[in-house]
């Protein structure tokens, strides 16, 4: 589908439909919650209750001039919000770790996490690394994304990769969730969105 900024819900974020690379896409970057992980920071798409199925989208990650020395270019998908933006599931990348040397950080670059207490936080304090993975990305390219959820399950896929970078077994809001969509942005970045295609299984 074509992002139109009148279907989307800035939560914590600045929207806006800018003309980049010859084209309409949206821009999103934290409003509020600037220095927080892990946050409600996302434009919700409206009237959309998703459960089970396919959400895809283009994504582009720039660091703000101002990040900090820690920004990654965080940038992905939220998924099964509740109307309150309290709760929900989210996969998103890590751009600047995609190549690096390290090993620690190369095996950063995807990450799950469940709002509001699952954050990637909360896994690294106990050593818990199931919830991340390596992918071969970068800043500045455009990425496709893509969740696919099935009741307790998730897998996330990079840039039309047959096998998922990264599969949750246990998310961990549950089987029963629902909710909407949101374009989820984090510390430092500059993200850009298009191309969102939503394929329900229910």
């Known amino acids: ?12 974020t600045n929207a806006k439909l800018v003309e980049f690379q010859g084209e309409p896409v949206l821009q999103v970057t934290k409003s509020e ?28 990650s720039r660091l703000l001039p101002d990040a900090p ?3 990654r270019g965080f940038i992905g998908l939220a998924f099964r919000i509740d109307k309150a933006d309290t709760s929900f599931e989210s996969f998103y990348v890590r751009p600047t770790n995609g190549r690096v040397e390290d090993p620690v950080r190369k095996n950063r670059a995807v990450q799950y996490f469940s709002y509001p207490n699952y954050t990637f936080d909360y896994f690294r304090e106990r050593g818990i690394t199931d919830f991340e993975a390596p992918a071969d990305i970068g800043l500045d390219e455009w990425l496709t994304i893509k969740v696919v959820a099935e009741e307790e ?17 246990n998310l961990k809001l549950g089987a029963e969730t629902k909710g ?3 374009l989820f942005v984090d510390i430092g970045t500059q993200g850009f969105f298009k191309d969102l295609k939503i394929t329900p299984f229910d």
């Not at 992980?37 to 798409?45: P, R, S, V, W």
């Not at 399950?153 to 077994?169: C, I, T």
């Open 153 to 169: 399950k998730a897998a996330f896929y990079v840039n039309d990769g047959e096998e998922p970078v990264l599969r949750v077994e």
């Open 33 to 60: 919650k600037l220095m927080a992980f892990d946050e409600n920071t996302y434009c919700k798409l409206e009237d959309v209750s998703f459960h089970n199925g396919i959400v895809e989208v283009k994504v582009l």
């Open 1 to 12: 589908m074509t992002i139109e900024l009148m279907d989307f819900t800035p939560v914590h």
């Open 180 to 182: 909407s969509i949101g």
């Open 69 to 71: 020395d820690f920004a």
